[in-house]
């Protein structure tokens, strides 16, 4: 993929130098930083199309950085680089507008494969669910009050209920893996992880039963591909 401008942040200098040219050999133009302080101006000076943003920085945080970021622009793909393992770290991530993330250490076949996707997602319109209401078939979906409205009855919805929702609406019709929506969700892909995701899955569809146009199919060995109609 040429022509793509990356906007990289790394404090550690051996690791940014690697990617850092990593990236080049394949194409892409990277606009490097190592201080948080300075990573806003320079996003408005050189509008890159994706940003790729380690969370440990000196003097301003990736999570500070991204939050900055969604403030003047929504729709860039934003990238975490975390060493960090805690699922709450991951979620905050994601509430801050992030679109994905990778922990360290991580090869580059993996940052450029989840680079390649967020661009080719953006380039193919994939809707992204803002904190307001969106309509999803007969349901309307309020992210920020965690319910989910249908004709009938109106459903409170648990936090994960509502990210797990919230994924498979803006993947719709894409086939997601089964360990992303652990990863991105629970952290890890673990035997219980697994099983809780199954429960999740299932409640899900009951909430949804009563539009016949949305289906959450199970695609056996790899993951799941929501059908809005």
Not at 46 to 66: E, Q, R, S, Y
Not at 211 to 218: A, F, M, N, P, V
Request: aromatic share 8%; proline share 2%; with cysteine.
């Amino acid at each position: 993929m040429t022509n793509v401008k990356v906007l990289y942040v790394e404090d550690e200098l051996f690791l940014g130098k690697i990617v850092r040219e990593s990236l080049e050999c394949r194409g892409f133009e990277v606009i490097m930083e190592d201080d948080g302080a300075k990573v806003l101006d320079l996003f408005k000076k050189t509008n890159p199309d994706i940003c790729v943003l380690d969370v440990m920085l000196p003097n301003k945080d990736g999570f500070a950085i991204a939050d900055e970021i969604r403030e003047l622009n929504e729709d860039v793909p934003i990238i975490f680089l975390t060493a960090k393992t805690q699922t709450e770290d991951v979620v905050k991530g994601f509430t801050l507008g992030g679109n994905d993330y990778i922990r360290k250490p991580f090869s580059m076949e993996e940052l450029i494969v989840r680079i390649q996707n967020l661009l080719r997602n953006k380039s193919e319109g994939t809707t992204k669910i803002s904190g307001g209401a969106t309509a999803i078939g007969k349901y309307t979906f309020h992210l920020n009050r965690q319910v989910l409205a249908g004709e009938k009855e109106e459903r409170k919805l648990s936090y994960r209920e509502s990210e797990l929702l919230k994924l498979l609406y803006e993947n719709r019709d894409k086939i997601i893996d089964r360990k992303d929506i652990l990863n991105l969700l629970w952290g890890n892909d673990s035997f219980f992880n697994s099983r809780n995701l199954d429960v999740y899955i299932t409640k899900l569809r009951s909430y949804l039963k009563e539009d016949t146009s949305l289906e959450i199919i199970t695609i056996k060995g790899i993951g799941y591909r929501f059908v809005t109609g």
